[in-house]
């Protein structure tokens, strides 16, 4: 991952950077509508985004539509929806009362905008590197996972925050950083921990500028706009949290209705490891577990990376947005690293580092889409 | 005025307002203000059923179908099942509940029809059966063989609440997974119940 530069003008899209993501929202959209069409040929074609809904997508329409549930759960289940985070659902229900569209129609337009708006919001992460770039774009929009990023997941929102963060953070520019941090603090619960990335900037700022650790703490505390942006960035946290005080009477609430789901924390490297050797018995190359650690693997590498080229505000990020998942199980490990910014973004500029690994990728992207959508639309596990 | 006008003063003045609020905030949290059923299942996880509201319709003596296509029981179960399916109403979690309208307290006859769960775990399944939170026996189930139990219930155990809430404990519930959580455990399924009024004598 690249920082952004520090004269903004540099970092300006062009032309091709505002046009590229477009072909590749055509290309995706036909994509996934043709593998709609060949796995339920005798639906009729308006139910397209409806059938793109599934698992977690589910939920969100409801809350764009009713909010919150009170407690006991009106559909008298333990489990409440008080675990999916605010910020995107209700910024969608917010646009519904606008726009009178079916909810999963308008989230899904929604959803396109805001990756369209994340892939160029991510050119300078990507070190205005075309062929990168590219790869990011059809990743993201046309891409085996665009589904995540086209339909009603908040990882669309969060890719796009993230990437804010980041760049906010490439130019030292803390209450620009903590201003999307907050935002993103309520998008997904690992949000929050953005704020420990502008802590890690802030300290590697401190370092370059006297080049000693001495006096660091009055150095950091000396800084107002800082110390006002440590406690800006968890502000969607702590709203959420003031919320439920309000409306469940338990600010934790998110967490605790976990138990619903049957989660059990544990060692994250022990749910990796039985992940890794649970081997199919149904003649598949690879188990959903072995899909899903390895999706783990490939962020917990892609943090090395970021780690050896001493991108510490990125490693801390992935570290927390990897492990803290993880150990409550391998579930929805694939959406969660999709939507890892420092993650997707590393492996973008490495592959688009030489032409025919980069022609190569592109392919694979754009072909494998449409086999994962079919498997999305099968209801396959490991994409849950 | 732009942010990076104002003095220093009033930015860190705003900035230990938030601190102060967020304090606030997490005090709060760590001090929930719940129901004694929220906090049993939800914060200290000391049982695996959390009761729903249902309205226990019934009608005393009627024998009830738990099999799919069966009789509509939804408003007779508070927590603690899944289904129906065609071999019953599995129990999950090592709780169930039923919950029975019986009008003014009187003696009364529960008629069970359980069959053990067939994944591996213990010889018999052990279920401890209460009403209204008074243990009146326990009875042991065996996997993959249905049987009926049947069990007096004094009217002294029932409250005035005018229901039976009826609580079955399963100290032999089957984790059937590697870390499985306890609301997922496996015990009994539910093929048949009833309550009757007791004959004299």
Known sequence: MHSPSLDTGHDKPNRLVLLLPLLFVVSGTLIRFLAFRYAQPDTDWTQYFDALCRWDCGWYVHMAESGYDTFPVPSRVSAGNWAFFPFYPILVGLIGKVIPLPTIVLASLVSILTAYAAVVAAWPLLGRNIRAYALYAAFILSGPLSFYFTTFFTEVMFVLLTTLVFRFIGRSDYLGAAGAAALLSATRIVGVFASLAIGIKALMDYRATRGTWRGVIGGLLGQPKLVLAIFISPLGFFVYVAFLNYWIGDGLAFSHTQRAWGRMIDNPFIYLWEGLINWPDNGALLSNSQILALAAVTGLVCTVILAIRRQWPAVVFCLFCILIPLAAGLASMLRFMAGMVPVTVTLATLLGRNRAVFAISLLGLIVSAWFVTLAWLGGNVALV | ?201
Not at chain 2, 114 to 123: I, K, N, S
Not at chain 2, 173 to 193: F, Q
Request: proline residues 8%; glycine residues 10%.
């Open chain 2, 1 to 201: 005025m732009r942010l990076s006008d104002r003095s220093p003063l009033a930015i860190y003045a705003l900035a230990a307002v938030l601190a102060l609020a967020e304090l606030a905030i997490l005090w709060q949290a760590l001090h929930p203000n719940v129901s004694a059923d929220y906090r049993a299942y939800y914060i200290d996880r000391t049982t695996t059923c959390l009761p729903q509201p249902v309205t226990g319709a019934y009608v005393l003596g009627t024998e009830l179908n738990f099999r799919s296509g069966g009789d509509e029981t939804r408003e007779l179960r508070p927590c603690g099942w899944s289904g129906p399916a065609g071999d019953g109403m599995h129990s999950v979690g090592e709780t169930s509940r039923l919950r029975f309208a019986i009008g003014t307290p009187q003696p009364l006859t529960l008629m069970l029809e359980l069959t053990g769960v067939t994944l591996p775990g213990p010889a018999k399944q052990r279920v401890v059966i209460s009403v209204d939170g008074s243990k009146i026996g326990d009875i042991a189930v065996t996997p993959d063989k249905t049987e009926r139990f049947t069990l007096a219930i004094p009217a002294k155990a029932l409250g005035e609440s005018g229901f039976a809430n009826i609580g079955l404990d399963f100290p032999d519930a089957i984790n059937p997974g590697k870390r499985v959580s306890n609301t997922y455990w496996r015990s009994v399924k539910l093929t048949a119940a009833s309550l009757s009024p007791a004959q004299p004598g």
